[in-house]
């Protein structure tokens, strides 16, 4: 064997043919005794993260790379025989069929060792394969020569000799859209006719006696079962084009026994699964852009509606050409589809039923998406969010709290809307507890994908924002503390209304977090202070959300989303939870009050999460390969 031939890595092997069970560790044991290996990859799915059947191998040394080639090919690692070619990072090569001979009508007897030493003789060989199912050969296979005078060598040599008793044909190479373009200009000039839906009692004696009158019939056969009746089809093969072609016009649609027959040109298996799939795509289309704007997904009704009833809800908006409540079992799955004749129609609908109350709940409207879609659009998404976390600085949080930004930002708003003034909680000096932790610079920040949305904790705020509002606090002496303190205290008081009580209703203490300890006149702010503590969580409403500012709409949502999906999945509630404030607030206030919708939800950013980081590993398992 000489060496690689142009453009291939002189230490790199390729290695094919592979059980599914062959690891890392069986190549090293196999191939290590050829000479010093740098890397072994086996290439492996990145969704199953099973193998696909090939490595690459990575010699310190050529010579040792073409000692394994010569001496280890075809040798038998779990019952298979491997295939072992220099590495061709280059795909133009293999795509080009420079070289490449294609051999048919093979003995099953003959694999790729027999096949490679039967060409070995007309030059060097760069891959040999024998083309297999489980069935064993499929009687073709592929020698790929390093030159293009080799090929024509083996080419005028075996055309036409035997092996193993066999006529084979050599020749050269063609792609599936040349042998396309040459099948195509054969079907022109088609001679063999395809009858069907002629019934069980006809006969290759009548069947040709039909449609002999249309030429000479070269064969004619009626395909039939085991027990010998008819199938109701057969095949009718004329001398000449014409005459075929003529018997297609006169005869396709006729009745012969009553029945109304097709007649037409005779294709191959691959053609008419080929035309099948075509037809199958147009079809999906033309649904797909059809349907285009005016089909609606209805989700969260209510167990007690029927089809009726949906179309009833939404008639007084246009035209309904369909209307249907999924089902499962006799019982409602909770959604349906409403489809409208026109766009206008549609949007006017989902303007108006998204977030109305229909029987006793409020119901989600929008466009109807494929499910290729909708992962498409989360995907996409989340990458987005991926992209951009990756350009931000990381937050420097200290690691026994990490309160994200927003959430200091937040108490600092209320506080100066009435509640504190910033310049109010600067002055208090933390207490010799707080002090005992390193400065912020010592801990490791969180990741910073995307931002996470923990229950907010008003102790844990405050203690915060001492920390984040000033890197050096202001030292006073103690009296003077206290007056500022009492005084502050005092002015917080008069601007305490109820408004403002509710717009912080939902900080409060927890019972797992220790309380900083007031100091001196602290005593006061924690009087004041003391009415928010003992106010509940209310559950977040549309209205409530309509009255906030559109900046703060996705905040308070995510605090609300972030513990459910927290108690899901602790370890992902970061980004999944970011990733699910993309979607519209409605929505996202219906998976607050629908547990169902929200669980259905997070599997789907899971599933995504999980591709995006098997992706990632499998481009970091390929980038140390080839370094």
């Known amino acids: 064997m000489n060496a690689a031939g142009p453009g291939y890595p002189l230490a790199s092997l390729y290695v094919g043919d592979l059980h599914i069970d062959v690891t890392e560790a069986m190549l090293y044991e196999k191939f290590s005794p050829a000479g010093p290996i740098l890397s072994i990859r086996v290439c492996r799915d990145m969704t199953t993260r099973r193998s696909l059947g090939y490595a690459y191998i990575n010699f310190q040394q050529p010579a040792d790379a073409e000692r394994a080639l010569d001496t280890m090919n075809f040798e038998v690692i779990k019952g298979r025989p491997i295939r072992i070619m220099w590495s061709q990072r280059d795909p133009g090569l293999r ?27 007309f030059g060097n060989i760069l891959s040999c394969k024998v083309v297999c199912d489980e069935n064993g050969s499929r009687g073709y296979g592929f020698v790929h020569f390093e030159t293009q005078e080799a090929a024509t060598r083996a080419i005028q040599t075996m055309n036409g000799m035997l092996l193993n008793d066999r006529k084979v044909f050599v020749g050269h190479f063609k792609s599936r859209k040349e042998r396309e373009l040459e099948y195509g200009a054969k079907v022109m000039e088609f001679t063999n006719v395809y009858i069907k839906n002629f019934g069980e009692d006809m006969t290759d004696e009548r069947l040709k006696e039909i449609f002999s009158a249309f030429g000479n019939t070269v064969s004619v056969k009626v395909m039939v079962d085991e027990t010998g009746r008819s199938r109701g089809f057969g095949f009718v093969n004329f001398g000449n084009h014409e005459e075929a072609q003529k018997a297609v016009a006169e005869m396709n649609g006729k009745e ?6 097709y ?8 053609e008419r699964q080929s035309e099948l799939k075509r037809r199958f795509e147009q079809i999906k289309q033309e649904r797909i852009s059809r349907y285009q704007g005016v089909n609606l997904y209805v989700k969260n009704l209510d167990d007690g509606i029927s089809d009726d009833r949906l179309r009833k809800e939404f008639s007084r908006f246009g035209t309904i050409t369909s209307a249907k409540v999924m089902m499962e079992g006799g019982h409602s799955k909770g959604f349906g589809f409403v489809c409208f004749s026109s766009p206008e129609e549609a949007t006017r609908a989902v303007t108006e039923m998204n977030g109305r109350i229909v029987s006793t709940k409020p119901l989600y409207v929008a466009l109807a998406q494929r499910k290729e879609e909708r992962k498409a659009i989360l995907t996409n998404q989340y990458m987005q969010r991926i992209t951009n976390s990756r350009t931000m600085p990381p937050p420097m949080f200290p690691a026994f709290q990490q309160p994200p ?29 707080w002090q005992q932790h390193p400065r912020p610079s010592q801990f490791h920040p969180p990741t910073p994908f995307l931002r996470p949305f923990p229950p907010r904790r008003f102790t844990s705020n405050i203690s915060t924002m001492k920390q984040a509002s000033t890197q050096v606090p202001r030292v006073t002496p103690h009296n003077q503390r206290v007056a500022n303190i009492g005084t502050q205290t005092a002015g917080a008081r008069a601007q305490v209304n109820p408004s403002v009580m509710r717009a912080v209703h939902q900080y409060k203490y927890s019972n797992s977090v220790r309380n900083a300890q007031p100091v001196g006149g602290n005593a006061h702010l924690q009087q004041v202070a003391e009415p928010v503590i003992q106010m509940q ?37 970061g980004k999944i939870t970011g990733m699910l404030l993309e979607i519209d607030n409605s929505e996202l206030l219906h998976m607050l009050e629908s547990p169902e919708s929200l669980h259905s939800k997070v599997e789907e950013a899971v599933a995504v999460l999980q591709a995006h980081h098997a992706k990632e590993g499998a481009l970091q398992a390929c980038t140390q390969v080839l370094l």
Do not use: C
């Not at 012969?256 to 027959?261: E, H, L, P, Y």
């Not at 007649?263 to 691959?270: F, P, S, T």
């Not at 549309?542 to 108690?567: D, F, N, V």
């Open 405 to 433: 930004n927003y959430l200091v930002s937040s108490v600092q708003q209320q506080m100066g809307r009435g509640f504190f003034s910033p310049g109010q909680v600067a002055p208090i000096r933390p207490t010799g507890h």
């Open 537 to 573: 969580e209310e559950p977040l409403t549309a209205t409530m959300l309509a009255g906030a500012p559109p900046q703060e709409q996705k905040q308070m949502l995510g605090e609300r989303l972030y513990p459910m999906i927290h108690s899901m999945h602790a370890a992902l509630a």
């Open 95 to 121: 795509r080009s069929g420079v070289g490449n001979v294609f051999i048919k009508n093979l003995d099953d007897s003959i694999d790729n060792k027999a096949l490679y030493d039967t060409f070995s003789a």
């Open 263 to 270: 007649v037409g040109r005779a294709q191959k298996r691959i």
């Open 256 to 261: 012969i026994n009553g029945r109304m027959v």
